[in-house]
């Protein structure tokens, strides 16, 4: 058997949102939104049709070409994914300081 040098392995109640919509592009979006304590208050964002998954929070919508990359979705997209993601991050919570 295999020794693993474990950097941390923790359960945690997490919360998830699914939510599905499609914007001017008509590009359809599925989504989980899972909400949990770890990565500063950031969300983890999963695309289920693609099974890409990002941890997401303000910052990262202001970063340019970020979700077309992420997500391999075109610009267009990404603006109308921005624009609804921006009213769900909120803000980081630095909790380890």
Do not use: W
Request: aromatic fraction near 14%; charge should be negative.
């Amino acid at each position: 058997m295999y020794d693993f040098d474990y950097l941390y392995d923790t359960n945690e109640e997490t919360t998830t949102r699914f939510v599905c919509f499609v914007g001017a592009s008509l590009h359809r979006f599925d989504l989980a939104i899972t909400n949990t304590n770890r990565f500063f208050g950031k969300k983890l964002i999963t695309d289920l049709q693609s099974g890409r998954t990002a941890v997401i929070g303000p910052d990262d919508l202001q970063e340019e070409g970020y979700l077309e990359h992420v997500y391999k979705i075109t610009e267009e997209e990404a603006v109308e994914l921005t624009e609804f993601l921006s009213q769900i991050v909120g803000t980081i919570n630095f909790t380890d300081i």
